[in-house]
């Protein structure tokens, strides 16, 4: 967790549904679940059993999928978060998709 805890402060949701802006973190709606209830509840309700999904970005893996499952980790205090690590090749797959 101590590994992935950074990727709470990117902005990687909108704060307008159907708007394309990133301008709400996940520590965001850690701190103010009040002000963000239904990304809250969403993050209340994951499915815990599925792997969080990482990419090499340069020397750091980053989570491709998985915020909302990282920030239930989080709330729960989990110390071991489950991930699957992705090379090169799917990183490829991916963004010549």
Known sequence: MKDLEWHLEL???TTVPGEPR???APREVLRSP??????YARIRSVDL???LDL???GDRWVIVDGYH????HWLDE???V???MHGDECWEAVVNA
């Open 11 to 13: 902005p990687v949701w």
């Open 78 to 80: 989990s110390t071991e």
């Open 55 to 57: 990419f090499k970005n």
């Open 34 to 39: 009040d002000d963000h209830h239904r990304r």
């Open 22 to 24: 990133f301008d709400l």
């Open 49 to 51: 059993s599925y792997q």
């Open 69 to 72: 499952r990282l920030a239930r």
């Open 82 to 84: 489950p991930v699957r």
